[in-house]
């Protein structure tokens, strides 16, 4: 006899696990079928549906690069882990989320599909599905994608039994996973501040810091620079800790360490503010971008503080740290240092590298929008 939703969710709620659960519209049966069964309490700390374009970047803290994606599923699994981490203090918990585009009332151009994602402090894991499209209706559809939900979280409660699919000819559900190495997982529940990936010796003097995503020629040319001028190799620094982001998951680790070769030296930190890195590297040189140098004077990255912004300025400054500063194309005109509004006590830490030494218009943000990456 097959397993019914019921009984899948009363084992379920028999475990100790702690979720939060977070759906874009479809999946959304989930929440209604572990609330169905008395006991949902034990297992479910909070259900969102940040349905509306605006409610999901609220939910992420950015507007993502698509709203259906693995990349975004993983992400708002992400916010659900770390939301339930405020909730649930002696076990930790695990965030769920699906992202799903299904039958509505108005013409689609791209595939259906249903994305599912599950964030726990040892591992990423994503599930994919294209559907045959205008083969289910709109509730046979939301049914399927509510079972995908559940068997994830019967996954991140370490239940084996999982709820049957009713899938078409052709259709077929993609997994991709990834256990974090220790470290990693120290690093996102906030045990350690860096781990250090590559060779390792003395105590970098030169940091490029960066998301990376992806690497391209203006990255690879700023590194070069920043060697030939300062006569150091050059270290960098991925955070998995944004300002305005979800963390990354492993998944996004993984695929961004990937692009870099073994003898780069690369510190994973979650350091997401400048004075933050100041403290992991005391006496380091910053290899930054105009713009980004242009946020570490804006006071609304300090809660709207300008007295904030500039005592963050002076622990920078205290602790020896300086900036090699690269202008920018912004696509208004290529920003410099001497463009910028900066205070004294920034400026004088700063040293720029000549536009006829660099000039790359190149950005992370155009390769991914043109698809080139």
């Known amino acids: ?22 759906v874009t519209g479809g999946g959304s049966r989930a929440i209604a079928d572990l609330l169905a069964v008395p006991g949902g309490s034990r297992t479910l700390l909070e259900a969102a549906v940040p349905y509306s374009a605006a409610a999901l970047v609220a939910w992420l803290g950015s507007r993502p690069d698509e709203f259906c994606s693995a990349a975004t599923a993983r992400a708002m699994a992400m916010v659900a882990f770390q939301r339930g981490r405020c909730y649930e203090e002696e076990i930790l918990p695990a965030g769920v989320a699906c992202s799903a585009s299904l039958t509505t009332d108005r013409p689609k151009r791209g595939p259906y599909r249903i994305h599912v994602a599950l964030q726990t402090a040892s591992q990423t894991a994503a599930w994919w599905l294209q559907l045959n499209k205008g083969r289910r209706s709109r509730p046979e559809e939301e049914r399927l994608a509510g079972r995908l939900v559940l068997n994830a979280v019967a996954e991140a409660c370490d239940v084996s039994p999982r709820l049957g699919l009713e899938l078409l000819e052709g259709e077929q559900v993609q997994e ?11 690093l996102l529940v906030a045990k350690v501040e860096s781990v250090c990936v590559g060779p390792t010796g003395r105590p970098p003097r030169i940091i490029m810091s960066g998301a990376f995503n992806p690497l391209h020629v203006g990255h690879r040319r700023m590194i070069q620079i920043a060697h030939e001028l300062l006569h150091e190799p050059v270290a960098l620094d991925i955070s998995i800790i944004n300002v305005d982001k979800p963390p990354l998951d492993y998944m996004e680790l993984q695929r961004r360490l990937g692009q870099f070769p073994p003898e780069q030296t690369i510190y994973l930190t979650r350091a997401a503010t400048f004075e933050e890195k100041s403290r992991l590297f005391p006496g380091a040189t910053f290899a930054v971008g105009a713009d980004t140098l242009r946020r570490i004077a804006a006071p ?24 090699l500063v690269f202008g920018r194309d912004l696509g208004v005109g290529f920003l410099r240092l001497r463009d910028l509004d900066l205070p004294d006590s920034l400026r004088t830490l700063c040293r720029e590298v000549p536009p006829e030494v660099f000039h790359e218009e190149i950005s992370s943000t155009a390769i991914r929008k043109s698809g080139g990456w």
């Open 1 to 22: 006899m097959l397993l019914s939703s019921e009984q899948l969710v009363e084992q379920i709620h028999d475990t100790p696990g702690r979720i939060v659960l977070a």
């Open 300 to 323: 609304q990255y300090y809660g709207g503080s300008a007295a904030a912004c500039q005592h963050a300025i002076e622990r920078i400054a205290g602790r020896g740290c300086r900036f």
């Open 176 to 186: 991709s996973r990834i256990e974090a190495p220790p470290a990693w997982q120290d």
